[in-house]
Nanobody, 121 residues
């Protein structure tokens, strides 16, 4: 399994970024996927997840600012982030979601190396 994230960078508050995660080595179209993040000195935080049928769920803090999507033809999952805040600064990882008891964001099988998102004036 290989997951390669891209699209991070430095953005001003209120700005937008689109993260991508290219997947290989497993049957992507059958797999639920999630984005997680980890800020310096803080624990892992689940951001969003998408089932193989395209149904999406989000962490409570997202509040309509982020959108997760997938393109099964390209084996890629995306995270569109709008209205970014300094507290969104973190390393963002995509992961294959294990869907524990039908739920996203509980446990993960594989991780990418992450992409840094920095929100600063």
């Amino acid at each position: 399994v290989q997951l390669v994230e891209s699209g991070g960078g430095l953005v001003q508050p209120g700005g937008s970024l689109r993260l991508s995660c290219a997947a290989s080595g497993f049957t992507f179209s059958n797999s639920a996927m999630s984005w997680t993040r980890q800020a310096p000195g803080k624990g892992l935080e689940w951001v969003a997840g998408i089932y193989n049928d395209g149904t999406t769920y989000y962490g409570n803090f997202v509040k309509g600012r982020f959108t997760i999507s997938r393109d099964n033809a390209k084996n890629t999952v995306y995270l569109q982030m709008n209205g970014l805040k300094p507290e969104d600064t973190a390393v963002y990882h995509c992961a294959v979601d294990r869907v524990v008891r039908g739920l996203l964001g509980v446990d993960f099988d594989s991780w990418g190396q992450g992409t840094q998102v920095t929100v600063s004036p």
